[in-house]
DNA sequence: AAAATAGATAGTAATCATTACTATTTGTAG
DNA sequence: CTACAAATAGTAATGATTACTATCTATTTT
């Protein structure tokens, strides 16, 4: 897991150079999702950045994680109607307790990312995510004991 | 690409061995969702079964789907905030087209389901599938031709 | 075969995340 | 430092899904 360390600058620049703006709120929001090498959704984005800053509205926190999303400087996924954000956009899995909703990474069981999608020739993709659902240790345990 | 052959007899039966009982609209709505072998959501199946079950609600079928994806009957992944719901229960992957937003299966890269995430020896998983994004043949074209 | 009962349904209301809208503000180019 | 396009905050609107409850029905019991 190669860490990119993100300041003040290089993320201004990289703003720039996907061609958005490089604003306070924007700024605010990559900081905390690119530094943190974890899962968030937009609320708790936001529940995160509004201590430091009151103003910034949820709607904002949205938009920015869509258009960060669409120049692909982070990932977007869907876990049980959940929007996960994710600023790790190598090739890796994830595995998700459906009991207590628990998401982690995977290494990715496919590297190659192209190659396989690559029969479908006609096909543009650009990125996958595989998404392992089961019980987590905890959860495993709890309904090993309990019910069936 | 085993296609089981489902009768309402054969669907009653399934039902109750996962302890759900065999009701009008649990066996309509299996009926088209196992016989169709493609990707819908609540309200889809909702519409194409109104005409002949028009006092069926929509809650109903959100209750089912869900039931019939607890039980492993079927399975249900999100695309974009979207719960489709796949009669495929095998291992198969799926691409999916940011712009018109066409969902394909695909063959799955990982046929050894468990095998992978065994390395999280404590974890388990029952069934993964992968989302692949990007631009399906059509709007590949339009978008390689009209912006950028 | 009829009665009992636990589970399922329909319909409505409520919830929750996300998006739409708009007047105001703010980066950035000139 | 001005001008303009883009971004923001705040509010309202949307849309999918769930909660609730009285009624109904499949299945079990008698």
Redesign the pocket.
Known sequence: MKQKMWTEETIKTEL?EHG???????IAICLQLLQQHCHY???QLHEELSPH?P??????V???L?QLATVGLIRSFNVN???IFDSNTTTHDHAHCRHCNTLVDLPSTTKSLPKTPGKMSDWALEWGTRLWSGLCPDCKQVTDTTSR
Chains 1, 2 share one sequence.
């Open positions: 720039r958005l703006r490089a604003t306070t709120p924007r959704n937009a609320q800053h103003t910034m509205s949820p709607n904002t949205y938009l920015t869509n109607g959940n929007t």
